[in-house]
């Protein structure tokens, strides 16, 4: 498997950049479809109550049935009801950046942040951002799309080889959450120790495991007795080919336990329909389960 060199910083083409948000904003739009959203000022607006119109009031948001009745102008009033912030947990350790495919799990799981953040946004949901490496990367939520663009060109510069650090930053988040959140993990969960954590977290938020999964880790046909070196610690060890060095259904059950929902998106198989059915069957992107 391929990866970039310990500690390169790749180097972004400005054209490439924009393709790049061209792709994210595709896959928030399908993440979307389908949802129920407020015909006026976008989603998540509720109707509270109209009123006599007033100077400089907007022309759209006259209450033409109440102005018929009335015989005077009316204006609707709408609030934002009150959302669950979102924090998006993303693994930026060393794991995440080998690839036996062209795409790598940590640059599929970019894309999926980014189109999950700006969908939560259309839905008036505030956005954060934790780094679940070495490296501290903290975006408080926020209903700012410069925020989330930000953090995204941030992430595409991220400089790699890191120990992961899962565990430790969920139990810190726990800590810290003072009202209840919606929590989605984007890694290959390969800590030993994350899924407790995450289990324990799920007592009180509402967590997601979006688990990213390269081909190879599911075993290497032909290629018998092998030495490899873990991707964290430089370790080298011997291994056979048949062997999984990961179980997602194993993974999955032992979420599922702890009552957190949990998806294995793989880096050689087409991945936005599959990540909208599940959003939309969980209703994730409402801030709760169905």
């Not at 959450?177 to 290959?188: E, G, M, Q, R, Y």
């Not at 994350?194 to 509402?206: S, T």
Request: glycine residues 8%.
């Amino acid at each position: 498997m391929s990866r970039l060199p310990q500690g390169e910083i790749p180097q972004i083409d400005p054209l490439d950049t924009r393709r790049y948000f061209i792709a994210i904003r595709r896959l928030a739009d399908t993440l979307s479809h389908g949802t129920d959203r407020s015909r006026f000022l976008g989603a998540g607006l509720e109707y509270v109550q109209s009123r006599p119109y007033a100077p400089g009031d907007p022309v759209r948001a006259i209450d033409w049935r109440v102005t018929a009745r009335a015989g005077q102008v009316y204006i609707k009033q709408y609030e934002a009801p009150k959302r669950m912030p979102a924090w998006l947990l993303f693994d930026t350790s060393a794991s995440m950046t080998y690839s036996s495919t062209p795409r790598s799990k940590y640059e599929i799981a970019a894309q999926a942040a980014g189109g999950i953040a700006f969908a939560l946004l259309d839905r008036v949901s505030p956005v954060g951002l934790l780094g679940t490496g070495q490296t501290e990367v903290r975006v408080q939520p926020s209903l700012s799309k410069d925020d989330v663009m930000q953090w995204l060109v941030k992430l595409r510069k991220f400089r790699f080889g890191e120990a992961t650090r899962l565990a430790t930053r969920v139990t810190e988040l726990n800590a810290r959450l003072a009202n209840k959140a919606l929590v989605i993990v984007f890694s290959d969960l390969h800590e030993e120790g994350a899924i407790d954590a995450l289990k324990l977290m799920a007592q009180v938020h509402d967590v997601v495991c979006l688990q990213f999964i390269d081909p190879a880790e599911l075993g290497l046909r032909g290629a018998g007795i092998l030495r490899a070196e873990e991707s964290e610690t430089g370790e080298t060890f011997v291994t056979h080919g048949r062997r999984a060095f990961s179980d997602p259904d194993e993974i999955k059950a032992r979420l599922r336990r702890g009552g957190i929902d949990h998806l294995a998106i793989r880096t050689d198989q087409p991945f936005a329909q599959q990540l909208r059915m599940f959003m939309a069957t969980r209703g994730a992107l409402s801030g709760g389960k169905r």
